[in-house]
């Protein structure tokens, strides 16, 4: 069982910057993969990045290639989202999510986080 706690959102101009940390329980941690979500109003969970945990490999949706950077400290179970250059279309409520595999498909992740919001203005 993996629990997980999402925090760092808030409330940002377009161009700016957040990091968004994912807390996890349990100590097998290394050994999942971790993934970040987002979802908008009216809009299905789309996927942002995610990270494997075997070799630290990493995966981007197009969207915030060159914008975002997941990242992972297992000694601290806690894994990354740093967004740059950010734009009001990121607007969405945020979430981490630990599997087996790193995909980009959510049903793919068993345990997720309960979601932090961040909004940009323009």
């Known amino acids: 069982q993996v629990q997980l706690v999402e925090s760092g959102g808030g409330l940002v101009q377009a161009g700016g910057s957040l990091r968004l940390s994912c807390a996890a329980s349990?100590?097998?941690?290394?050994?999942?993969?971790m993934g970040w979500f987002r979802q908008a109003p009216g809009n299905e969970r789309e996927f942002v990045a995610a990270?494997?945990?075997?070799?630290?490999?990493?995966y981007y949706a197009s969207s915030v290639k060159g914008r975002f950077t997941i990242s992972r400290d297992n000694a601290k179970n806690t894994v990354y989202l740093q967004m740059n250059s950010l734009k009001p279309e990121d607007t969405a409520v945020y979430y981490c999510?630990?599997?087996?595999?790193?995909?980009?498909?959510?049903?793919?992740?068993?345990?997720w986080g309960q979601g932090t919001q961040v909004t940009v203005s323009s």
């Open positions: 349990g100590r097998t941690f290394s050994n999942y993969a």
């Open positions: 990270i494997r945990g075997v070799d630290g490999s990493t």
């Open positions: 999510a630990a599997g087996r595999i790193a995909t980009m498909t959510s049903s793919s992740y068993n345990y």
